[in-house]
């Protein structure tokens, strides 16, 4: 903020060379004159005082023999004389204000919200052709009001309708009707909605039909949670009628998942042994060999290295090495492996939270081995277990919540 202040008021930097400096500044302070960001350099002393200030100095100056020496103008003063000699930014700057002023005073987006039947297309062209409501309209051309009746009297199945400006963009929101069939609903309603999965429920709304377990229930998979199928009890509590409701709610377990993946590694690299070596001397056509191959016949991988070497005619002395190997796989392979382990897993867990399923506990840990490496463990979630079917489950005796002893879980 004082920078702020100091230039709105304007001020400059100057340089102090000679004299009795430490006189003239006593003379400042003396008159109140305000001096800051002062600094002393070889003899030559640094400072910023304001304009008006600048002029009451002369006295002092010859005085103390100061000489004194403009080196910077700051403020608002000399920006405003900077611009006086500016008249193509003068008219730049009012071209740009008349500019935004007239493009601001038109419309150049329209926005519809709400509407599912009616395509943005069909409004826009209705607009435009029937209301004369388009891009580049004068903003004072639209009537709200009266753009608001026209749409409720040309579309019957607007039940509601917005008509309002924000900057450059119309903005038209509304909303449909909805067209209810009770008997197609019943119908698209499964009869009963069974567990999809082992758990135990830790929430449960139900909409429609007759709740089969309570909070805190542990349910089996394909065990029935919500029957669609309303019996009615007659005065001797037996099944007097029966009426399909149709099943409807959202049931929440805590669950258990396992995980398990195992990513195998390719064989990268060599691990040599010692090898074995036979030495063959030919002489014109006898020759004779010591040494042999140990790994002949055997399942045992090996390379086979020969060399021949013809120092003198006729003479010709043969090398063969033998070298057996195992295929490993080098770490760096590994630890590719292991960071692709490790981001599945982290997309799993992504794909769990954009489900909106609540992970409890992440037992998942990824092990590393020479060949492989396997993530293995388990995840604890709370997720909706409910799946609808028109079939019932086997295990539907079960006619009410709390009715028996049995269902309650006491033995008593």
Same mark, same amino acid.
């Given at each position: 903020?004082?920078?702020?202040?100091?230039?709105?008021?304007?001020?400059?930097?100057?340089?102090?060379?000679?004299?009795?400096?430490?006189?003239?500044?006593?003379?400042?302070?003396?008159?109140?004159?305000?001096?800051?960001?002062?600094?002393?350099?070889?003899?030559?002393?640094?400072?910023?005082?304001?304009?008006?200030?600048?002029?009451?100095?002369?006295?002092?100056?010859?005085?103390?023999?100061?000489?004194?020496?403009?080196?910077?103008?700051?403020?608002?003063?000399?920006?405003?004389?900077?611009?006086?000699?500016?008249?193509?930014?003068?008219?730049?700057?009012?071209?740009?204000?008349?500019?935004?002023?007239?493009?601001?005073?038109?419309?150049?987006?329209?926005?519809?919200?709400?509407?599912?039947?009616?395509?943005?297309?069909?409004?826009?062209?209705?607009?435009?052709?029937?209301?004369?409501?388009?891009?580049?309209?004068?903003?004072?051309?639209?009537?709200?009001?009266?753009?608001?009746?026209?749409?409720?009297?040309?579309?019957?199945?607007?039940?509601?309708?917005?008509?309002?400006?924000?900057?450059?963009?119309?903005?038209?929101?509304?909303?449909?009707?909805?067209?209810?069939?009770?008997?197609?609903?019943?119908? +698209?309603?499964?009869?009963? &909605?069974?567990?999809?999965? =082992? @758990?135990? *429920?830790?929430?449960? !709304? #139900?909409?429609?039909?007759?709740?089969?377990?309570?909070?805190?229930?542990?349910?089996?998979?394909?065990?029935?949670?919500?029957?669609?199928?309303?019996?009615?009890?007659?005065?001797?509590? +037996?099944?007097?009628?029966? &009426?399909?409701?149709?099943? =409807? @709610?959202? *049931?929440?377990?805590? !669950? #258990?998942?396992?995980?398990?993946?195992?990513?195998?590694?390719?064989?990268?690299?060599?691990?040599?042994?010692?090898?074995?070596?036979?030495?063959?001397?030919?002489?014109?056509?006898?020759?004779?060999?010591?040494?042999?191959?140990?790994?002949?016949?055997?399942?045992?991988?090996?390379?086979?290295? #020969?060399?021949?070497?013809?120092?003198?005619?006729?003479?010709?002395?043969?090398?063969?090495?033998?070298?057996?190997?195992?295929?490993?796989?080098?770490?760096?392979?590994?630890?590719?492996?292991?960071?692709?382990?490790?981001?599945?897993?982290?997309?799993?867990?992504?794909?769990?939270?954009?489900?909106?399923?609540?992970?409890?506990?992440?037992?998942?840990?990824?092990?590393?081995?020479?060949?492989?490496?396997?993530?293995?463990?388990?995840?604890?979630?709370?997720?909706?277990?409910?799946?609808?079917?028109?079939?019932?489950?086997?295990?539907?005796?079960?006619?009410?919540?709390?009715?028996?002893?049995?269902?309650?879980?006491?033995?008593?």
């Amino acid at each position: 903020m004082e920078w702020i202040f100091r230039w709105l008021r304007s001020y400059l930097t100057c340089r102090l060379k000679g004299g009795d400096m430490e006189r003239f500044f006593n003379l400042c302070r003396y008159q109140g004159i305000e001096c800051w960001d002062m600094s002393l350099n070889e003899g030559v002393c640094r400072c910023c005082m304001y304009l008006d200030d600048f002029w009451k100095i002369r006295p002092f100056v010859r005085k103390t023999r100061v000489r004194v020496r403009i080196e910077k103008r700051r403020g608002l003063a000399f920006f405003m004389a900077f611009l006086r000699h500016r008249k193509g930014l003068w008219i730049g700057m009012a071209g740009c204000i008349g500019m935004l002023c007239f493009l601001s005073a038109h419309i150049w987006k329209l926005e519809f919200y709400g509407n599912s039947y009616y395509t943005d297309e069909r409004l826009t062209k209705y607009l435009e052709t029937a209301e004369g409501v388009g891009f580049g309209i004068w903003k004072s051309k639209v009537d709200g009001p009266l753009l608001e009746e026209n749409l409720r009297l040309t579309f019957p199945d607007i039940s509601w309708v917005s008509v309002r400006m924000e900057g450059t963009s119309l903005l038209v929101s509304l909303e449909e009707m909805v067209k209810y069939d009770a008997s197609e609903q019943e119908q +698209t309603l499964p009869r009963y &909605i069974c567990a999809s999965q =082992d @758990g135990e *429920i830790v929430s449960m !709304v #139900t909409r429609s039909g007759v709740p089969k377990v309570t909070i805190g229930n542990t349910i089996r998979k394909g065990e029935l949670l919500i029957d669609g199928v309303m019996e009615i009890l007659d005065d001797s509590l +037996t099944v007097a009628e029966s &009426i399909p409701v149709g099943a =409807d @709610g959202d *049931i929440w377990a805590k !669950v #258990t998942e396992n995980y398990s993946k195992t990513y195998p590694a390719g064989l990268e690299s060599r691990n040599y042994g010692r090898a074995s070596w036979k030495f063959t001397f030919s002489i014109g056509s006898r020759s004779v060999s010591f040494g042999k191959n140990p790994y002949e016949g055997s399942e045992t991988v090996y390379d086979h290295i #020969t060399r021949v070497y013809d120092r003198w005619p006729g003479i010709h002395i043969q090398t063969d090495a033998f070298r057996p190997y195992t295929n490993v796989s080098s770490w760096e392979m590994i630890s590719e492996i292991k960071e692709e382990a490790e981001t599945d897993l982290s997309d799993i867990i992504h794909e769990f939270e954009e489900k909106g399923v609540q992970i409890l506990e992440n037992n998942v840990k990824i092990l590393v081995y020479e060949d492989r490496v396997e993530a293995v463990g388990n995840f604890v979630l709370i997720k909706p277990v409910g799946e609808g079917t028109d079939i019932p489950p086997e295990d539907t005796q079960i006619h009410g919540i709390g009715e028996t002893d049995e269902y309650n879980g006491n033995d008593d």
